[in-house]
């Protein structure tokens, strides 16, 4: 269901059946000539979109403005917007906490952006992670009180996190093609592996009567793509999202 359009006792219903609430969370960058500068975070709206039509799901308004960088180009005439972590980082905090507040105990941002190195972390993601912790510590500090964590109800803690009962993971980020996917699947900045996820998800991010005005090596075998491929991706990216995304 889509949040912006849900009424006070679905919310309520999404709650107490601990749905799975999920951000999709992108730039806005420049992706060769040929491609929507949409392209990160379209993926994931996509692709939570197919995952809606299968099971219950939240999907919250999409947030476009990420740390884009201007690594691949400068923004006059590109298109790309970049807003920095140490900006992102406070809105985000608010965003999970005022979640939080709601009831919500099943949240997920996911992201295509730059997460070669999600294990180590890039300026989006990390401002996202490092946001839900304070935001998940500041709540329970809020609601249990200071020293919540050494009071005697706590006393199973260790145990009930070997399970999976973690207070931590009310709040989690995650990439949208995992590591599993490495050699399985092409992944590169507007090339053959994200022009094909385009072709399949949203064609009309695509148009190939400008594949020939790229310069960008990064954008080599971009016009090798194809909607077949994309689908091959999609298959796997949506195995990933339904392990993650679960009740």
């Known amino acids: 269901m889509r949040y912006e359009l849900m009424l006070p006792h679905q919310i309520r219903k999404t709650i107490e059946e601990n749905w799975p609430v999920a951000l999709p969370l992108g730039v806005l960058?420049?992706?060769g000539e040929h491609m929507a500068v949409g392209m990160d975070t379209l993926a994931v709206i996509k692709t939570l979109e197919l995952v809606e039509k299968e099971r219950d799901i939240v999907i919250l308004p999409p947030f476009y403005y990420g740390a884009a960088s201007y690594a691949v180009a400068p923004p006059e005439g590109s298109g790309s917007v970049q807003v920095g972590g140490p900006v992102l980082a406070p809105?985000?905090?608010?965003?999970?906490?005022?979640?939080?507040r709601i009831g919500f105990r099943n949240i997920h941002a996911i992201i295509h952006h730059q997460t070669e190195n999600f294990v180590a972390g890039m300026p989006t993601d990390l401002a996202f992670k490092t946001a839900g912790r304070q935001a998940i510590f500041r709540f329970l500090e809020n609601e249990r009180g200071?020293?919540?964590?050494?009071?005697?109800?706590?006393?199973?803690?260790?145990?009930?996190?070997?399970?999976?009962?973690?207070?931590?993971?009310?709040?989690?980020?995650?990439?949208?093609?995992?590591?599993?996917?490495?050699?399985?699947?092409?992944?590169?900045?507007?090339?053959?592996?994200?022009?094909?996820?385009m072709l399949a998800l949203c064609p009309e991010a695509v148009d190939a009567g400008h594949f020939a005005d790229n310069t960008g090596w990064y954008t080599k075998g971009a016009s090798d793509a194809s909607a077949e491929l994309g689908r091959k991706g999609v298959a796997m990216i949506l195995e990933h999202l339904r392990a993650i995304l679960r009740a």
């Open 91 to 100: 809105f985000a905090e608010e965003l999970f906490y005022g979640l939080l």
């Open 29 to 31: 960058e420049y992706h």
């Open 146 to 197: 200071e020293g919540w964590w050494g009071s005697d109800t706590m006393v199973d803690y260790y145990a009930g996190h070997a399970q999976g009962e973690n207070v931590f993971n009310w709040v989690q980020v995650h990439p949208l093609m995992p590591a599993a996917m490495t050699g399985k699947y092409p992944f590169d900045h507007a090339g053959i592996g994200e022009t094909s996820l």
